[in-house]
């Protein structure tokens, strides 16, 4: 709630939306319809760990990822966001860069690799048994 309400005072349409299928909430921050998650208006913030603004393919503990869609709660009816692209593209390619690396026993080339390990190190992401 704390950066819904730092968006809010920054002068940004911000949401709080509600997963209430995996009991998990996220924010969203008003943006350009081609970046929206699922038609809200909003893209998706993940405030719980370090992750690129947009990406939504996390594996929660409790479920692989949040498929339900959300309740939104607008909070702020601000002004839209518009520097989501250069996020956007990175989680896409990050999630592209996941995915090939699961099928194929976690082997990237090593060119794939410095580049997944560039997103990684960029964002500060926690990969999961990595220490």
Not at 18 to 39: M, Q, S, T, W
Not at 89 to 96: A, L
Not at 101 to 125: M, Q, T
Request: hydrophobic residues 35%; aromatic residues 16%.
């Amino acid at each position: 709630m704390l950066l819904v309400y730092v968006l809010k005072k920054l002068g940004y349409g911000s949401a709080y939306m509600v997963f209430d299928r995996e009991n998990h909430a996220v924010v969203g921050l008003k943006c350009d319809p081609i970046y929206e998650y699922k038609n809200t208006g909003y893209c998706f913030i993940e405030s719980t760990t370090p992750v690129m603004m947009t990406y939504t393919s996390l594996e929660y503990g409790y479920s692989e990822a949040l498929t339900s869609s959300p309740d939104v709660y607008v909070m702020s009816d601000g002004r839209a966001f518009h520097g989501v692209e250069e996020e956007y593209t990175d989680s896409i390619r990050f999630d592209e860069l996941q995915t090939y690396a699961e099928k194929n026993d976690w082997v990237l080339s090593v060119a794939d690799f410095n580049e997944w390990l560039g997103i990684v190190r960029k964002y500060g992401i926690k990969m999961v048994g990595a220490s």
